[in-house]
């Protein structure tokens, strides 16, 4: 390969600029959390989420040619951004800032938020093209940043669950578990419809509880569980 091939421009795709819009919602959600502003934080997080849900698919419908896997490593770069550094900030923003625990016990959950991401992803294009399974092995990475932010969004966050959470999830994210790729169209259909109400500047809320948050939660939860459950029975 020659220097002049080297220019970004003979790499870079649409699906590539729409991973670096998640990036930078990533990004703009770590100022967030730094500056205490928590709900645009966890906005933040979630539009990074959908940024990273369809960049695939515009890859796909682009027949993007992609040999030198390009798009795979600013993918997997941008999710260490959105999913691992973002949510780390925002756990260590929202306890920082509300609670006199033990600050190293937060910090270190916060590293290890990171830590596991990066081990997910790394582990994930290692094995991409090793592997038989078009499942997920270990709990998707957005799913840490969906949990936390719909958590945070519904009204009833609170900061010891939130660091047991991220513990939890992180661990998970690590493990073999097979996790299916969520292909259910009707639900997926209920999940955009009350992700469009929870970023409209009206609230729906229900005896202080943000109820389509609530219900987004529910949903990662059941999706977490469940698979988690099925793996070992």
């Not at 830590?115 to 090793?130: F, K, M, S």
Request: charged residues 10%; aromatic residues 12%.
């Amino acid at each position: 390969m020659k220097i002049e091939d080297t220019k970004i421009k003979n790499f870079i795709a649409i699906s590539d600029i729409i991973s670096l819009l998640n990036m930078t919602c990533g990004f703009f959600s770590v100022l967030s959390s730094i500056n205490h502003n928590f709900e645009l934080a966890a906005l933040l997080m979630i539009f990074a989420i959908m940024f990273d849900s369809v960049d695939g698919w515009v890859a796909r419908k682009t027949n993007r040619q992609d040999t030198l896997g390009f798009g795979k490593n600013i993918d997997s770069l941008s999710d260490v951004i959105s999913f691992g550094l973002a949510p780390a900030v925002f756990v260590y923003s929202t306890i920082n800032t509300t609670s006199a625990i033990i600050q190293p016990i937060v910090i270190l959950i916060s590293l290890f938020i990171v830590i596991c991401g990066v081990l997910r992803l790394t582990r994930y294009n290692v094995i991409a093209d090793l592997i038989e399974t078009k499942d997920f092995i270990g709990f998707p990475i957005p799913g840490i940043a969906f949990i936390l932010s719909t958590y945070y969004l519904s009204g009833l966050y609170d900061i010891h669950i939130s660091l047991l959470l991220s513990l939890i999830v992180s661990l998970i994210m690590i493990s073999t578990v097979i996790y299916p790729k969520f292909d259910n169209v009707p639900i997926l259909a209920i999940s955009v419809i009350l992700i469009v109400l929870l970023i409209l500047p009206f609230k729906i809320v229900l005896l202080g509880i943000n109820i389509p948050a609530l219900l987004l939660l529910l949903f990662c939860l059941y999706y977490l569980i469940i698979n988690l459950i099925k793996n070992y029975v």
